[in-house]
Structures are given as structure tokens and as C-alpha cells.
T-cell receptor, first 111, second 112 residues
């Protein structure tokens, strides 16, 4: 069965640089969620989109923005990167309020 | 304030034993309770989930017990195997396209 696809899988950036993470949800899924997970932490919700409209907003810094495109893929744009942004970033997708399925994640390292 | 409280933080179980992880919640708007298994560097994978109108759900070696009045639920892993060694997260979600609220996680080690 098709799963959530995330790219890139690994990313290394310098402080103050910009990064773009991409997420391709499971086909037919209408909702995309972004989570951030620090080492030894539980995933923290950042933002979500339902049918290409922002539906919920969590602890997402103002330096970050995201959108969902007409083909339902989503991108998380991160600017002015800080050392503390180093984490695993997960995308999850769901269909009509059902279970969220997670992608493999993007490991971001900010130097 | 942690909306979903999970314990223990870590757990060591002998191979073949039963692993038990407990979670508690306060928000009565939660109506779906999934458990996720996560290996290092991987994404959380759905293990099993339950709704509050059911007191128990079993899938293979994994069982969720749910106590709606106490607002508590637990995961039981029967015949625990070394391959079950991972971090387990309980989570809760309200109706609608809402985000998951996770517990802090339990690091399970199954030793031979």
C-alpha cells in the first residue's frame, strides 16, 4: 500500500539559512499534518491543512510557513534557521477524520 | 500542561513477558485513542486504536483496555519479543480534522 512520502530524508543547513520540506500524502487523503520531534521528545503539532486550506495551527514559529497544493502535496518552509530547529519533521495524512499515517520523516540538522 | 499522561517512561521486560503501558487524559472531547510504535530515526507507525464506546480491543499480541469513567487506557503487549523494543506513544484526538495529542512516550526494551 502507498505510504506518505517525505523529501528530503536528511538535510543539513547553516544558521539563518532557509529550508523547504516536502510531503506527499497517501492518495485520496484530504488532510495533511506537520509535526516536529526533538530528540527523546514526543511529536509536537505544527500545522495542518484540510482540502488545501489551513485547518489548525499549533506551536509553529512565525519563521515557518506551510501550504498545501492542488495535488494535495504540502511544503513546510523554514526561514532564518536556528540551532534549535534541528529535529525530525514528520508529515502525516488522513482521510475524513480517520487515522493519521506518518511518513518516514526529514531529519534536519542546523549547524 | 500535558493533556495525555503516559507511564512508565521506560520499561524493561523479559522475552515472553507482558508489557503494560498506561495513559490517562482529562479532555472529555477526545474520542479516538491510537497507539503508535516508533523505532529510532523512523516515523511513528500506527499499532492499534480504540474509541471510547469499546472497553477492549485486541489485535494479535496487542490489546488496548479502555476505562471511560476513569479516563484511562492502556496497552498490553503479550509474549513480548526483542523486536518489540521501541518507543510507544499513546495519543488522543478529538472529532474533526484535529491534531494528535501525544503522551511523552515509553521506551520499551525486551531482553532475552
Amino acid at each position: 500500500a502507498a505510504g506518505v512520502i517525505q523529501s528530503p530524508r536528511h538535510l543539513i543547513k547553516e544558521k539563518r539559512e532557509t529550508a523547504t520540506l516536502k510531503c506527499y500524502p497517501i492518495p485520496r487523503h484530504d488532510t495533511v499534518y506537520w509535526y516536529q520531534q526533538g530528540p527523546g521528545q514526543d511529536p509536537q503539532f505544527l500545522i495542518s491543512f484540510y482540502e488545501k486550506m489551513q485547518s489548525d495551527k499549533g506551536s509553529i514559529p512565525d519563521r515557518f510557513s506551510a501550504q498545501q497544493f492542488s495535488d494535495y502535496h504540502s511544503e513546510l518552509n523554514m526561514s532564518s534557521l536556528e540551532l534549535g530547529d534541528s529535529a525530525l519533521y514528520f508529515c502525516a495524512s488522513s482521510f475524513q477524520e480517520e487515522t493519521q499515517y506518518f511518513g518516514p520523516g526529514t531529519r534536519l540538522l542546523v549547524l | 500542561q500535558q493533556q495525555v499522561k503516559q507511564s512508565p517512561q521506560s520499561l524493561i521486560v523479559q522475552k515472553g513477558g507482558i508489557s503494560i503501558i498506561n495513559c490517562a487524559y482529562e479532555n472529555t472531547a477526545f474520542d479516538y485513542f491510537p497507539w503508535y510504535q516508533q523505532f529510532p530515526g523512523k516515523g511513528p507507525a500506527l499499532l492499534i486504536a480504540i474509541r471510547p464506546d469499546v472497553s477492549e480491543k485486541k489485535e494479535g499480541r496487542f490489546t488496548i483496555s479502555f476505562n471511560k469513567s476513569a479516563k484511562q487506557f492502556s496497552l498490553h503487549i503479550m509474549d513480548s519479543q526483542p523486536g518489540d523494543s521501541a518507543t510507544y506513544f499513546c495519543a488522543a484526538i478529538s472529532r474533526g480534522n484535529t491534531p494528535l495529542v501525544f503522551g511523552k512516550g515509553t521506551r520499551l526494551s525486551v531482553i532475552a
